[in-house]
């Protein structure tokens, strides 16, 4: 059995990128008391036009299992990054589908992404109270925290600084 495979996001892929990313927030107990962030989660369209939205596919049947945007500094979507930093937002992987690699093979494709470009870190933001498996996910990769890039977006949710420093790049 072979493991799920990542590309960028094509026009009909939006719907099931917007199902699953919210899907997953919601399981995560994310979205509560949001503010219209659900509505942000499932505007995929949106996101692709000023970021990459990569997807994770099983291989064999092609179905979209995770989801997540790449950003560079100084584009809309970013919020932590800064000079020679590319940050990746929204990874979700669909909660039916979690457990088969889709968060893994999309968080390395956006390092694999941020090297090719020449960058020197990857930046992200999580939230304090996100599930210990994604906590996980990310020290596997080696992203450390950087509490001068926690920030708030509005009461009550608090998100706290990764960076990821990519070989040579430092």
Not at 35 to 58: C, H, K, M
Not at 117 to 141: E, K, P, W
Request: aromatic fraction near 6%; charged fraction near 20%.
């Amino acid at each position: 059995m072979t493991g799920p495979i990542v590309r960028r996001a094509e026009p009909a892929d939006h719907p099931a990128v917007a199902r699953l990313t919210v899907a997953a927030y919601e399981a995560d107990g994310q979205l509560k008391g949001e503010n219209g962030y659900g509505a942000v989660l499932a505007d995929v369209a949106t996101r692709a036009e000023t970021g990459e939205v990569l997807v994770a596919v099983d291989e064999a049947t092609g179905a979209v299992l995770g989801a997540v945007t790449f950003v560079l500094a100084g584009t809309p979507y970013a919020e932590l990054s800064g000079p020679g930093e590319a940050e990746f937002r929204m990874l979700a992987v669909d909660p039916a589908a979690q457990g088969r690699g889709a968060g893994a093979v999309l968080v390395q494709a956006c390092v694999a992404r941020a090297t090719e470009l020449g960058c020197r870190a990857v930046v992200i933001c999580v939230r304090s109270g996100m599930a210990a498996s994604a906590h996980r996910l990310y020290a596997r990769f080696g992203f450390v925290r950087v509490p001068e890039k926690d920030w708030s977006p509005q009461p009550g949710v608090e998100l706290l600084g990764l960076r990821l420093e990519l070989p040579g790049r430092g």
